[in-house]
Nanobody
Framework: QVQLVESGGGLVQPGGSLRLSCAASGDIFGFITVAWYRQPPGKLRELVADLTSGSPAHYVDFAQGRFTISRDNAKNTIYLQMNSLKPEDTAVYYC???????????????WGQGTLVTVSS
């Protein structure tokens, strides 16, 4: 089964940028939807952005205009470019990939272990 491993998190000052990467251990071509979620301290996990094959990327309000999700199937990697970071963006960021496996088994969903992003001066 495909495993996802995030990297690129760390400490950044407000207004700075980070690019998160999510490397898959296998072929992600068949995963129709990839996404990034985050979990701020003391809060529930929330969607940041998702990208479904053949459709434009979708961003939640706080990510619109600042974050960009992308995927490179040749490198089996998912990315999240984050610009103009704010302290409220501090969270553990998780990548997610989902594919349809059939009417009997439904969707297969895979999660990474998360990478911590801290935005602070």
């Amino acid at each position: 089964q495909v495993q996802l491993v995030e990297s690129g998190g760390g400490l950044v000052q407000p207004g700075g940028s980070l690019r998160l990467s999510c490397a898959a251990s296998g072929d992600i071509f068949g995963f129709i939807t990839v996404a990034w979620y985050r979990q701020p301290p003391g809060k529930l996990r929330e969607l940041v952005a998702d990208l479904t094959s053949g459709s434009p990327a979708h961003y939640v309000d706080f990510a619109q205009g600042r974050f960009t999700i992308s995927r490179d199937n040749a490198k089996n990697t998912i990315y999240l470019q984050m610009n103009s970071l704010k302290p409220e963006d501090t969270a553990v960021y998780y990548c997610n990939a989902k594919k349809w496996t059939g009417f009997d088994t439904g969707y297969l969903e895979v999660w990474g272990q998360g990478t911590l992003v801290t935005v602070s001066s």
